[in-house]
Structure formats: structure tokens, C-alpha cells
């Protein structure tokens, strides 16, 4: 980088006191003319910015600005909760953890804890005790499954390794990772279920069940009652899942269609209200412009609030976590 620290020349923009030092000075009937003047005739005459109407649009980055997730591999699931819930006080998504993960909103990033294990095994690494595997992954969600199969060529392209191709997750979304040049694991991921984060880094409602409240039922025994708010987009569905308890479902707006096996699909639009029993597999689909609905769910003390059920498992999973709450 050049020492001066003035570009173009530059050097003062204020007249000295004895009136030397600015403006053009006269050599053999010629003006020379020098400072910002020389500065912008300069720029006049590039033909880039003299014809900007010719500019080449700049190119889209391979990456958007966005950290969606940081995901810590942990080592005992009840202790990082307490930690982080009831020890540094982060306001924790949902009553627990769901599906074996539990996640904490930072802002417009979350912060979430699966076990160390299953997070090594997810990213298809190792994970010896002297090995390279730190426990640490860092999310970037996309608008596409393209998306994170054009992201994972671009890293890839630039030195990246790639460790797993892009593929369908459990969860319902699609992802796969890379390992930049220095070995930190980036997951790239389209989550139907929850949506990219708005300019602002304030997220909108997102898809998915978003907890409003949770509390106690002071009768019949060791129950609570969670209230969700749930959105779907269009089109999409919610996987495969049952809760122990009895779900009474409200649709506030748009519509859905209710697919719980056993059972005829159901078509809800506003207004229309629907119970689901305890232990019911179901996995419900946004409508043309997508659904809103209030869900009241009971929960049992001492049963996981979610259960996933893949495909072909129809009963064992569900029979347990129903037990007697039925209808």
C-alpha cells in the first residue's frame, strides 16, 4: 500500500496560511492542474464510471451473511440445559429438548445442543477422543435444496472438503457439510419449517411450533398444558411425529391439510378446530398459502413433549408415548 496517506494526490484541501500549497499552479503558459480536481478529472475519464449505464451487474455471493445455527456437541444433554437455561439464563425454544436437540434464540442465530456423538455422526466425521473433531458445527441455511447443493460445489471449488453431499434429513429439510480449509465443519441446510431471517436479523414467525406458553394443570395429576403457536408454509409438512398427550387444534388463518394415520386426510381452513389423540402419528401440509393454527397440548411430567416416527414405524413409538392418555 502506498505511504501516502492521501489518495490522488491530495495532500491538502485547505489553503495554508501563506497561500501556498492549493490550487493550480501556472508553468510555461500551461495549467497543471493538481489535488481533488485532478482526482475527479481522473475518474471522469474512466470509462466505467463515465458510462455506468454499461456496468457489468456485480455477481451474487456464493454465501449470504447469515449464521442460522451453532450447534455444540455435548457430552450430557440434561447438564447443558441447566447450564445454559437455568444457569446463564438463555431464553430456551420450546419446554426442552425436541428430537434430541434443544435450541436457545441469540438474536437472529440459534444456539442449539445435541449430543456430541450424534452431532460427529450427522457430519459423517470421526469423533475420536485425539481426534480432529472439535464438537462444534456452524449452520448457513438457504432458500432451496439447490441452494445447498450449489453452496457445497462453490466451497468445495475454493479448497472446501466435503464431507457429506447434500441429502433429505430426517427432520424433514435437506443438508449436507464442508470443511473449510482449517477444518471448521459448516453445515448447509433448507429448512422448510423455519424461515431465512428478515434484513433487520429479526426473524418473522417462523414455521413450525413456536411456544407461547407453558403451565401447570393443577388437576389430575402431573400434566401441564403448552400452547403453540404452529405455522406451516405452503405446501410444506411437518415430519412425522406424535406427543403423549391429547392436542386440541385451532386454525387462525390459511389453511392445512390434517394427515394422521389410521385416519382420512382433513381439510382445516379459520375457524375450523380438530383434536388429536395421544400417541397419533401425524405430519400436517401447509395449504396453497400456507397455515396458522393455535395448538393447546397437554404434557405428561417425565415424557418427551415430541416423538419422531420414520416412515414404516406406525405403532411402537407412539404406543408408548400415548400410554393411557388417550382419548
Known amino acids: 500500500m ?3 496517506p492521501h489518495p490522488f494526490g491530495a495532500k491538502r484541501l485547505i489553503p495554508s496560511p501563506t497561500g501556498r500549497g492549493r490550487g493550480p499552479a501556472r508553468s510555461a503558459g500551461r495549467v497543471r492542474v493538481t489535488g481533488v480536481l485532478a482526482a475527479l478529472l481522473a475518474l471522469a475519464a474512466t470509462p466505467a464510471l463515465a458510462h455506468p449505464e454499461h456496468d457489468e451487474p456485480a455477481a451474487a455471493p456464493a454465501m449470504e451473511p447469515r449464521l442460522s ?57 470421526p469423533d475420536a477422543p485425539n481426534g480432529n473433531f472439535s464438537g462444534i ?7 432451496s435444496k439447490e441452494a445447498v447443493d450449489t453452496l457445497l460445489a462453490k466451497a468445495t471449488s475454493l479448497g472446501a472438503k466435503l464431507l457429506k453431499p447434500g441429502q433429505d434429513a430426517f427432520w424433514g ?18 429448512n422448510p419449517f423455519l424461515p431465512l431471517d428478515d434484513p433487520a436479523g429479526l426473524p418473522p414467525r417462523g414455521p413450525g411450533s413456536n411456544t407461547a406458553l407453558t403451565a401447570p394443570i393443577t388437576v389430575g ?12 408454509p405452503a405446501g410444506g409438512q411437518v415430519p412425522r411425529h406424535c406427543h403423549p398427550g391429547q392436542e386440541f387444534l385451532y386454525m387462525v388463518e390459511g389453511s392445512a391439510t390434517h394427515v394422521e394415520h389410521g385416519k382420512p386426510d382433513r381439510q382445516l381452513g379459520p375457524g375450523d378446530a380438530y383434536v388429536i389423540p395421544a400417541g397419533a402419528i401425524h405430519s400436517p401440509i401447509g395449504g396453497p398459502e400456507g397455515g396458522r393454527a393455535v395448538v393447546f397440548r397437554v404434557h405428561v411430567e417425565g415424557q418427551p413433549e415430541r416423538v419422531a416416527v420414520p416412515e414404516g414405524d406406525d405403532n411402537s413409538a407412539c404406543l408408548v408415548a400415548g400410554g393411557d392418555h388417550g382419548e
Open 2 to 4: 502506498p505511504s501516502d
Open 69 to 125: 445455527f451453532v450447534t455444540l456437541g455435548v457430552a450430557d444433554m440434561e447438564r447443558a440445559i441447566a447450564f445454559y437455561r437455568d444457569g446463564l439464563g438463555l431464553p430456551m425454544e420450546g419446554e426442552g429438548e425436541a428430537d434430541g436437540i434443544a435450541m436457545f434464540k441469540l438474536g437472529s442465530t440459534r444456539l442449539a445442543l445435541y449430543p456430541r456423538g450424534e452431532l460427529a455422526a450427522d457430519a459423517t466425521v
Open 137 to 143: 458445527t456452524l449452520s448457513h441455511n438457504v432458500a
Open 173 to 190: 429439510g435437506y443438508s449436507g457439510y464442508f470443511a473449510d480449509p482449517d477444518g471448521h465443519l459448516w453445515e448447509v441446510a433448507w
Open 221 to 232: 395429576g402431573p400434566l401441564s398444558v403448552i400452547i403453540s403457536d404452529v405455522v406451516i
